[in-house]
């Protein structure tokens, strides 16, 4: 029964619909999607194509207007498991500004697994191990609205991680940080995955995604292409169809084609292409 | 006639008043000529965003001087005539708007300068017109049911139609997709050369600014780095990993490529990009 054990650790999107109270278009349709534990699957598609209702979709936030969201074995849509859901999905936003309630760093990753109603010691333990893998233990008494941005996104994670997912969703959370707080959010993102959990990040740079297992596009709501990054990202006239900036390195090579020189295997970054230069 | 905007030794701080914050502007001389576009970009908290509103009058600055043409910018009324002149864009402006329909929304700015009648009209309507949002579609419709692109730009034709020679914008392409980004990445080229307007754009990512800009100004704890054009930023090997920034990776290959001697015409045009590599692979091809 290898299919069912699988289930059991995987978010299963099975012909989801969802369409927002008073909107008559769908955000999102008819979307099949199994997101795995251990892997990362960026998620991108032009402003309004139903990456941010996706996400929400995937720890119950949104629940299914037709077709169903099953994480790790438990049905979104079942109020009973909602809570439980929400243990094991944990997501992170795009402004920590508005995710934050504690006073101090500490009270602030605590206030998860209080509410799960954990023993104090349990609580402790918890708070202790999400700074040190996010690796902001010196940040433990300080105040989380006089951080950077950047530290209050860390917190932010810290926060999600002390309730233990299974995934984690961030919905584009790199995208207010500055190059060198985008870095460690992903460097954080790639040791989780490493741990096992799975990560969905919803992100506009194309750059981020060509870290990722998987590639999914969305454009209307609906699933426009998917793959890995060099299956997705490297045809720059495609990229663009579906609104997306191409990488600087697929249109160059494009270009070269243009010029007689077929650049072998599809390039995403600086390094694969002046490897072909080079070669 | 557009007029070059200058500072000189400009400092700043913002007051104490019990929280741990330092000067956040020391010493900044620049100056930016009429059809420059400047990219103004350093990591969060580096000053940049108090730079753009020193650099449009909003605040003064606390030592040093603020020129517009030959004129110093000092005293209350020389600081609120040149406001008329240099105008900022803040980040997320779209937040702002608030009126029923589209053409209000533009028409507030110049209302507020004045403006009445037909140039009032012919303003809101070219300023619609630039940034790529006719009013015949528009006019009546509320700015709430525009995309995110099309509000922001509605939010810059708001200040367009207040015809700035500087224009200056917080992080204007944050938030938007490729689609905004190049509409609004044109608009802005297509008022700078209507008006040969000068626009300062403030970032902390340089990518979006990177084809659109003509020098590049890097900030750190309140200070100007440097100013430098695309070629010089790629020549002098800017350290931008140790500012919390990184060149998009446009930048990066043309930067691989001018450190290996490959020349290439201009490093922000992709045709111009392939057209060096091709030469050194067939050179080296013809090696062999």
């Known amino acids: ?279 | 006639m557009a007029l070059r905007l200058r500072l000189e030794d400009v400092s700043f701080a913002y007051p104490l008043g019990g929280r741990d914050e330092a000067a956040a502007l020391s010493g900044v001389s620049m100056s930016v000529e009429p059809g420059d576009v400047l990219c103004l970009a350093g990591p969060n908290g580096s000053g940049k965003s108090t730079l753009a509103q020193v650099c449009t009058g909003l605040l003064p600055p606390a030592s040093g001087a603020l020129y517009y043409g030959e004129r110093r910018i000092e005293g209350r009324s020389a600081l609120l005539q040149f406001r008329r002149s240099a105008v900022l864009l803040f980040q997320n402006p779209e937040d702002q708007l608030f009126a029923d329909t589209v053409a209000k929304d533009i028409a507030f700015g110049p209302r507020n300068h004045g403006l009445r009648g037909d140039e009032l009209t012919r303003r809101v309507r070219d300023s619609a017109t630039l940034v790529g949002l006719p009013l015949d579609e528009l006019e009546g419709r509320s700015p709430f049911s525009l995309s995110g692109g099309e509000q922001r730009r509605a939010a810059l034709a708001g200040v367009l139609a207040l015809e700035p020679e500087v224009l200056v914008l917080d992080e204007p392409f944050i938030g938007l997709d490729y689609e905004g980004r190049t509409g609004l990445a044109e608009a802005l080229l297509r008022y700078r050369d209507e008006r040969e307007a000068s626009i300062v754009i403030v970032t902390h990512d340089l990518s979006n600014a990177w084809s659109l800009s003509t020098r590049f100004g890097l900030i750190a704890d309140g200070k100007l780095l440097s100013l430098q054009t695309r070629d010089e930023m790629l020549a002098a090997d800017a350290d931008l990993t140790s500012l919390g920034m990184q060149l998009p990776q446009w930048g990066a290959l043309a930067r691989e490529l001018v450190r290996a001697g490959i020349s290439v015409a201009d490093p922000a045009d992709p045709r111009s990009l392939a057209g060096a590599m091709a030469k050194r692979k067939e050179a080296a091809g013809a090696g062999d």
């Not at chain 1, 079942?78 to 402004?95: G, H, K, L, T, Y």
């Not at chain 1, 426009?224 to 169809?241: F, M, N, W, Y």
């Open chain 1, 1 to 279: 029964m290898g299919t069912m054990d699988a289930s059991e650790v995987s978010i299963e999107v099975r012909d989801l619909f969802y369409t927002y109270p008073g909107s008559e278009a769908p955000a999102v349709r008819g979307v099949d999607l199994v997101l795995e534990p251990g892997k990362t699957c960026a998620l991108l598609g032009r402003n309004g194509s139903g990456k941010s209702t996706l996400a929400r979709c995937l720890n119950g936030l949104l629940l299914p207007g037709a077709g169903s969201v099953t994480a790790c074995g438990l049905d979104t849509a079942d109020p009973s498991s909602a809570i439980e859901v929400s243990r094991r999905v944990a997501m992170v936003f795009q402004n920590p500004d508005t995710q934050i309630v504690g006073s101090t760093v500490e009270e602030e990753v605590a206030f998860g697994p209080e509410n799960l109603g954990l023993p104090q010691p349990e609580i402790r333990s918890r708070v202790d191990e999400a700074l040190e893998l996010v690796g902001i233990t010196d940040l433990l008494k300080r105040q989380p609205l006089r951080l950077s941005q950047g530290q209050k996104q860390m917190v932010a994670i810290a926060g999600a991680i002390a309730m233990k997912p299974h995934f984690l969703v961030s919905d584009e959370s790199t995208s207010m940080l500055d190059h060198a707080a985008r870095l460690r959010i992903l460097e954080l993102f790639e040791k989780l995955r490493a741990g096992g959990m799975g990560i969905v990040h919803v992100t506009h740079f194309l750059e981020e995604a060509t870290l990722a297992d998987s590639v999914v596009v969305l454009e209307q709501g609906a699933i426009a292409a998917r793959g890995t990054p060099r299956e997705t990202l490297g045809d720059p006239e495609k990229v663009r169809s579906l609104g997306l900036d191409p990488l600087a390195v697929t249109v160059v090579a494009y270009e070269l084609e243009k010029l007689g020189h077929a650049v072998t295997g599809d390039v995403l970054t600086v390094k694969e292409l002046l490897s072909w230069l080079y070669a």
